[in-house]
């Protein structure tokens, strides 16, 4: 299995950029330890370490909308990966929107680029 | 100025994700604190953090190659931005690539994608 330079990080943390196989448009970043990169490797869906949670998140595992790996980039420090994937469902974000980065700066402003692919009250319940 | 949760991270850094803007290839990942953001948005050329030499970065400073940023996206959480930029010299990475994700996963192995657009030892010295 290729390894990474989890080590470089105090709590063993390396960032995964999420790219839509497709249409090349960056979907979200995560963060993989160790253990949710042999998942990943392992399944071929997208596993990831959650910092709010604590443990390891399979995304998708509350909504359905997985993430099928296709491909898989490894940067020249091999302290960073870009997964490349089926995004099923079509959206990324908890937000609804089909990428996570769905606003661009416009001068002082950010401008919502979009509409989002559902609502996040009915895939996730009300708060 | 639009402002991001730097914050949420002890040492005030965030990741940039750096995309070419013309073909959406993923050409980098570098961090940025509150300084080096604002000098991206006051020049329009991108600035990191380096956390090897614990300086503010301005890419190309060696090299010349210079990212001229076109736009900028902003995640949902306000912890991670995409810098759609146009890379000067054609390579963003200092091993002559033009991306740092030059190589990808097939099975136990790293496979190379493409060549290299500038020799390194003629760009930086050799070392």
Redesign the interface.
């Known amino acids: 299995?290729?390894d990474l330079d989890f080590d470089k990080d105090p709590a063993g943390l390396l960032?995964a950029?999420v790219?839509d196989h497709g249409?090349?448009?960056?979907l979200?970043?995560a963060y993989i330890n160790r253990e949710s990169w042999q998942k990943t490797?392992e399944t071929g869906k997208a596993h990831y370490w959650s910092r709010s949670r604590q443990q390891l998140w399979l995304k998708g595992e509350s909504s359905g909308n997985v993430q099928l790996v296709k491909?898989?980039?490894?940067?020249?420090?091999q302290d960073?990966?870009?997964f490349q994937v089926e995004q099923i469902g079509g959206a990324a974000?908890?937000?609804g929107?089909a990428s996570?980065?769905?606003?661009?700066?416009d001068g002082?402003?950010?401008v919502t680029?979009g509409k989002p692919v559902f609502d996040p009250d009915k895939v996730y319940g009300k708060k």
């Not at 249409?23 to 960056?26: E, K, L, M, P, Y």
């Not at 491909?71 to 420090?77: G, T």
């Not at 996570?100 to 700066?105: D, E, I, T």
Request: charged residues 20%; hydrophobic residues 50%; glycine residues 2%.
């Open positions: 299995m290729i960032p950029i790219q249409t090349g448009a960056v979200m970043l490797l491909d898989i980039l490894v940067d020249c420090d960073t990966v870009v974000c908890h937000k929107y996570c980065f769905f606003r661009r700066v002082d402003d950010l680029l």
